[in-house]
């Protein structure tokens, strides 16, 4: 039976604003200052329920607002839920011993400028306890893993956005945690910075760990997530494996030629729904599958050479704007 990492029931959280946060002591006043407007309160998260399974990579997705800092806060025990409940590698939310072997990169972290990267990680492994021994076999591992040794010598303050981006990775690390929060692990990186990031998770997955992780960099969690959540206004919309919520049946099909001049091209183009050419090649957008094999031999009977003939299935990006444009719709 497969064992769960991570799990939420119902969990929501309200900030209370203004007067109210001070007032709360005196129930019926603050009520009657919420109703005249004076004070009042929001609701960032209104009731997430998530179930992520031991050793997966888990994706954590929604809009700017959607509560996705909240709901990962109440996760590490940084703040407390209003209502509901969770637990953390098999303990409840908050308990020592379970964070203890967790590993946690908020989006905008803050670290000490002052400090070079040995030091910087020396630093949080004795937050863990290690030993001196274990901090610097840890530590050198992790900056060559990074890609930092090459700035090994300067302190944080001289270092660009992803340089800090990757130490914040190496500090997640520093214990060899089980359960690995990533929020927006992917921000400041280049290309070459994302694909490293990429190859580091799979590799914590090749070793049972659990990743959990939020971005908006949707081709990234594509790529590697086995399951995912959409969050939109505080609420669960849509949470599965990505073969599954992605597993709509297929529309429309990407048609290429080559060999087909620019009259006769526009002549097949009108049994399609969009066309296109690009360097000597025109591409076709046909609507289903029973269209298929009649606008083929067509453009085969024009003199086109058939280059390819694609289903297009719907993505991550097309899921997602689904799912916060029906929430924000009236």
Same mark, same amino acid.
Do not use: W
């Given at each position: 039976?497969?064992?769960?990492?991570?799990?939420?029931?119902?969990?929501?959280?309200?900030?209370?604003?203004?007067?109210?946060?001070?007032?709360?002591?005196?129930?019926?006043?603050?009520?009657?200052?919420?109703?005249?407007?004076?004070?009042?309160?929001?609701?960032?998260?209104?009731?997430?329920?998530?179930?992520?399974?031991?050793?997966?990579?888990?994706?954590?997705?929604?809009?700017?607002?959607?509560?996705?800092?909240?709901?990962?806060?109440?996760?590490?025990?940084?703040? /407390?839920?209003?209502?509901?409940?969770?637990?953390?590698?098999?303990? !409840?939310?908050?308990?020592?011993?379970?964070?203890?072997?967790?590993?946690?990169?908020?989006? /905008?972290?803050?670290? #000490?400028?002052?400090?070079?990267?040995?030091?910087?990680?020396?630093? #949080?492994?004795?937050?863990?306890?290690?030993?001196?021994?274990?901090?610097?076999?840890?530590?050198? #591992?992790?900056?060559?893993?990074?890609?930092?040794?090459?700035?090994?010598?300067? !302190?944080?303050?001289?270092?660009?956005?992803?340089?800090?981006?990757?130490?914040?990775?190496?500090?997640?690390?520093?214990?060899?945690?089980?359960?690995?929060?990533?929020?927006?692990?992917?921000?400041?990186?280049?290309?070459?910075?994302?694909?490293?990031?990429?190859?580091?998770?799979?590799?914590?997955?090749?070793?049972?760990?659990?990743?959990?992780?939020?971005?908006?960099?949707?081709?990234?969690?594509?790529?590697?997530?086995?399951?995912?959540?959409?969050?939109?206004?505080?609420?669960?919309?849509?949470?599965?494996?990505? &073969?599954?919520?992605?597993? &709509?049946?297929?529309?429309?099909?990407?048609?290429?030629?080559?060999?087909?001049?620019?009259?006769?091209?526009?002549?097949?183009?009108? /049994?399609?729904?969009?066309?296109?050419?690009?360097?000597?090649?025109?591409?076709?957008?046909?609507?289903?599958?029973?269209?298929?094999?009649?606008?083929?031999?067509?453009?085969?009977?024009?003199?086109?050479?058939?280059?390819?003939?694609?289903?297009?299935?719907?993505?991550?990006?097309?899921?997602?704007?689904?799912?916060?444009?029906?929430?924000?719709?009236?």
């Amino acid at each position: 039976m497969t064992q769960t990492a991570l799990s939420t029931d119902d969990i929501a959280k309200t900030f209370n604003l203004g007067f109210l946060g001070a007032l709360r002591p005196f129930k019926f006043l603050a009520q009657r200052m919420q109703l005249k407007g004076i004070a009042h309160s929001v609701e960032a998260v209104k009731g997430i329920s998530l179930d992520v399974k031991v050793g997966e990579i888990f994706g954590f997705l929604g809009p700017n607002g959607a509560g996705k800092t909240t709901t990962i806060k109440m996760l590490m025990g940084l703040v /407390h839920p209003t209502r509901g409940s969770g637990t953390l590698l098999g303990a !409840p939310l908050g308990d020592r011993a379970a964070r203890a072997r967790l590993g946690f990169l908020p989006e /905008h972290p803050y670290f #000490y400028e002052h400090l070079k990267p040995l030091e910087f990680l020396d630093f #949080y492994g004795r937050l863990f306890r290690m030993t001196a021994r274990e901090r610097k076999k840890r530590a050198e #591992y992790l900056i060559d893993r990074v890609g930092l040794r090459h700035a090994v010598d300067r !302190p944080l303050r001289k270092y660009s956005k992803g340089m800090i981006q990757r130490v914040g990775i190496a500090q997640a690390l520093i214990n060899e945690p089980d359960l690995v929060v990533f929020d927006e692990p992917m921000s400041g990186l280049d290309p070459m910075g994302r694909k490293d990031v990429r190859d580091i998770i799979f590799e914590l997955r090749e070793k049972g760990t659990t990743v959990f992780l939020s971005s908006h960099i949707l081709q990234d969690v594509e790529m590697i997530c086995d399951r995912v959540a959409i969050v939109v206004d505080g609420r669960m919309r849509s949470q599965g494996a990505l &073969d599954t919520l992605l597993d &709509d049946p297929v529309e429309r099909f990407e048609v290429v030629f080559s060999g087909l001049d620019d009259e006769t091209a526009t002549l097949v183009g009108t /049994h399609a729904v969009d066309t296109r050419a690009i360097a000597g090649r025109h591409t076709f957008i046909v609507e289903s599958e029973n269209d298929l094999d009649a606008f083929v031999r067509m453009g085969l009977d024009a003199g086109g050479h058939l280059t390819s003939a694609t289903p297009i299935r719907q993505s991550l990006e097309a899921l997602f704007v689904a799912e916060a444009s029906r929430e924000a719709a009236p």
